[in-house]
Nanobody, 121 residues
Framework: QVQLVESGGDLVQAGRSLILSCAASGVIFSINDMGWYRQVPGQQRELVASISSGGRTNYADSVKDRFNISRDGAVNTVFLQMNGLKPEDTGVYYC???????????????WGQGTQVTVSS
């Protein structure tokens, strides 16, 4: 089993910055894609940013040039640097990781419990 633990969510004023972290632990052979998703009440969870094991990144258009995703493979952690925050960035941010627990096993998708980010105007 694999656990993802997020941290870093907070209430901030517009224009400020936050860094979210997500650490994966448990039975892990390798981690492929890791990513951050945002969900607001009444809406579907949407991709904010993702990063592959090779470092290839993908961003939602709304956060390009403001957010930066990175990962530290040595500690199975993914980060989201959020700059120039806007009220529309408000939501619960969930971490996702695609994990192989053993050599040759299937990849399994895991989610964290979510961390709240609130941006006031």
């Amino acid at each position: 089993q694999v656990q993802l633990v997020e941290s870093g969510g907070d209430l901030v004023q517009a224009g400020r910055s936050l860094i979210l972290s997500c650490a994966a632990s448990g039975v892990i052979f390798s981690i492929n894609d890791m990513g951050w998703y945002r969900q607001v009440p009444g809406q579907q969870r949407e991709l904010v940013a993702s990063i592959s094991s090779g470092g290839r990144t993908n961003y939602a258009d709304s956060v390009k040039d403001r957010f930066n995703i990175s990962r530290d493979g040595a500690v199975n952690t993914v980060f989201l640097q959020m700059n120039g925050l806007k009220p529309e960035d408000t939501g619960v941010y969930y971490c996702k990781a695609v994990v192989k627990s053993r050599f040759g096993s299937a990849q399994v998708q895991y989610w964290g419990q979510g961390t709240q980010v609130t941006v006031s105007s």
